[in-house]
């Protein structure tokens, strides 16, 4: 066994634990929107990942509450009995496969959204969530005992439906966080005031949760060990955290969760690309080191080896695992078979989040273009039988492509023009922290060599050469896309260059450059050109740099531009400003509200203007071959998400 700790059974209370691998609770807006439980999409989601070996799920927000409390359009609730037989589908697609699941029990409070609750939110205290969000109403204490109970019924709702056990959710700027924070709770009565006080609506649903479900149903609660949330007052940090957890301890749970940050500070709890595994470890191990009962904690964990690492140091008694499970439903069982090669690694993109947080839509990831859909592309359909078929380009959405060919029974022939394979995502890599990118690319290659596609790397395809070589009966057109050149004159002088040319250190500025473009690739541009001490100036019509960014991608970014990167050169925003001509040393650039020109001068001129399909690719391959299938930015331009998915669905599609 690679991993002995990592594949150790466990105890919470009574409950035994396959080995040391918890699902922590993150949000799908999978649910049924008819009856707010788990229909279809949501059962096959979790057995999937039950499937894939992981010891315990704790499955997304459950609400106890849906008048006064929502976490979006897409809730799962267990307010009604006609809600326990979904519960109840869910919690037999897991037990099918050894696992056990928790239900986390759930109230916003005031972090809920008002606009989709018809009675306003409601908090401890009249303080919203967060500076400028709305301010809730105060509970009574009446309405608290009301609450108290909502969480007892879920649970034994819960217990009903074939939970393992349920767990209380304390975290996060959460109702039960509000209630225990000096900052959120300003209460005079008996749920306020002293540290007993606030804590005593937890202590309540707890006791209740033993009369009603018996000793031996587990309890766990999730807590921010630390809020880390120092710029507004009164938030919790780790040695009150920890004073938390000892009265919960007292109160006899069966474990505790621990995870980080608050309303304000997502980023503790969730983090981007650039936050790196382990640097919140320190708050677990107090944790682990201070109390008896088992500890969970979530750490970044983006591969086995590091899983076992946090528990051979006694971070934890079990590793959290949580966006490692939606890049990978089968990140345990290929843990367990020491097959760490085939793992897709979360690459901390947040386009899960994105999806679910910022659009309100399912969730989706970046680098696993079935998660969400498992109820619909079940096992792919088996009818290739050893027919030939060529994909044009080695990217992800060429790769995606050929694997799931390859599954079907197709001889698949993959034609790439460079001697890597990566396509754009070699040079996504190269930003600061993206790196983090490079193994998914590594992984995506293994398949391919697993599955016997024949990869011709380093040879730039033509129709003919593909027929004469292959005389495959459909192209799959994967080429990726070329850079847009707007028809500005001056474009042509030997100044102007492309962010492939910047991020792959083709062209290094030796004093001075101006971006033009400030999408997610021009800023890491940027980013780029400050981390190696050129002075930057940075163009855009729009009146907002990064407009279409995910915002926690945009404030982590644009946070360590405004202070220079590396260097601590700061750069110069014109923005709502448009490019007229490129010079012989910088560019012309006008005011596009007052119509004043400006000239900046440079060393270097870098186009971020986006891309667009090679023209007159598809045509030329048409002519030859009855069957061309464009796939990912050989269609339609965009990120590693879409161009995964466009992979999967043509590839899974194709002649079914």
């Not at 897991?94 to 989709?116: C, E, M, S, W």
């Amino acid at each position: 066994m690679k991993y002995p700790k990592l594949f150790e059974t466990g105890k919470i209370g009574k409950l035994t634990i396959r080995n040391r691998g918890v699902m922590a609770p993150m949000h799908t807006s999978l649910v049924d929107d008819g009856t707010c439980a788990p229909g279809d999409r949501m059962v096959r989601y979790y057995a999937e990942r039950a499937r894939g070996g992981v010891g315990l799920i704790i499955n997304e927000a459950v609400g106890i509450d849906d008048v006064y409390s929502n976490i979006g359009c897409h809730n799962f609730y267990m307010t009604k009995e006609t809600q326990v037989s979904g519960a109840e589908r869910l919690t037999e697609a897991v037990h099918r496969y050894d696992g056990k699941i928790f239900a986390q029990l759930h109230h916003g409070g005031a972090t809920a959204n008002p606009a989709l609750l018809e009675h306003g939110i409601v908090g401890p205290s009249a303080v919203p969530a967060g500076p400028g969000r709305p301010v809730p109403r105060e509970l009574t204490t009446e309405e608290i005992h009301e609450i108290v109970g909502k969480f007892i019924d879920a649970a034994v709702r819960c217990r009903k439906a074939g939970y393992d056990g349920v767990e209380l959710h304390g975290a996060h700027g959460y109702l039960l966080a509000e209630m225990f924070s000096p900052h959120y709770n300003h209460r005079t009565d008996e749920y306020g005031g002293t540290f007993e006080n606030r804590m005593r609506m937890i202590r309540e649903i707890i006791e209740g949760i033993r009369r009603s479900c018996g000793p031996a149903f587990p309890i766990s609660v999730r807590i921010s060990g630390d809020e880390m949330t120092p710029e507004l007052e009164n938030m919790m940090d780790l040695e009150y955290g920890l004073r938390i957890g000892k009265y919960l301890e007292g109160l006899g749970i069966d474990c505790i969760n621990i995870s980080n940050g608050s309303a304000v500070n997502g980023n503790a709890n969730c983090d981007p690309y650039s936050y790196q595994p382990g640097w919140k470890k320190h708050v677990a191990k107090a944790f682990h080191d201070t109390l008896s009962i088992p500890v969970i904690a979530t750490n970044t964990v983006k591969d086995p080896a590091f899983a076992e690492q946090l528990l051979k140091e006694g971070v934890c008694d079990f590793v959290g695992l949580g966006r490692s499970l939606f890049a990978d439903p089968d990140f345990m069982n290929k843990a367990r078979d020491g097959r760490d090669d085939e793992i897709r690694r979360c690459i901390g993109c947040m386009y899960c989040r994105e999806r679910v947080i910022w659009k309100d839509l399912p969730v989706q990831c970046a680098v696993n273009p079935r998660i969400g859909c498992e109820y619909i592309y079940d096992r792919p359909l088996k009818n290739g039988g050893g027919r030939p078929v060529a994909v044009i380009g080695a990217g992800p959405a060429g790769m995606e492509a050929a694997k799931i060919l390859a599954d079907r029974g197709f001889a698949v022939t993959v034609y790439e023009k460079e001697d890597q394979v990566g396509g754009w995502m070699n040079l996504a890599d190269k930003a600061r922290f993206k790196e983090i990118i490079t193994p998914f690319t590594r992984t995506m290659k293994r398949e391919l060599e697993l599955r016997n596609v024949t990869l011709k790397l380093g040879v730039p395809a033509t129709p003919e050469l593909v027929e004469q070589e292959v005389h495959p009966e459909a192209v799959f057109l994967a080429s990726g896309a070329v850079w847009t050149v707007p028809p500005i004159p001056g474009v042509e002088k030997p100044i102007v260059c492309t962010p492939e040319d910047i991020l792959r250190k083709r062209v290094v500025p030796e004093e001075s450059a101006v971006v033009i473009g400030t999408g997610i690739t021009g800023l890491e541009v940027v980013e780029k050109l400050l981390d190696d001490g050129v002075s930057v100036t940075v163009a855009d019509m729009l009146e907002e740099a990064g407009r279409g960014v995910y915002p926690v991608i945009l404030n982590d970014l644009m946070g360590r531009i405004r202070e220079g990167g590396l260097s601590g050169k700061k750069p110069s925003f014109l923005l709502g400003h448009r490019l007229l001509e490129v010079l012989d040393d910088g560019v012309r650039l006008e005011d596009m509200e007052t119509g004043a020109e400006t000239v900046v001068r440079a060393d270097r001129v870098v186009l971020s203007l986006g891309s667009h399909p090679a023209e007159g690719l598809q045509a030329a391959y048409e002519k030859v071959f009855d069957r061309v299938i464009p796939v990912g930015s050989a269609e339609k331009d965009g990120r590693i998400g879409d161009a995964t998915k466009a992979g999967f669905i043509k590839g899974w599609s194709y002649d079914d």
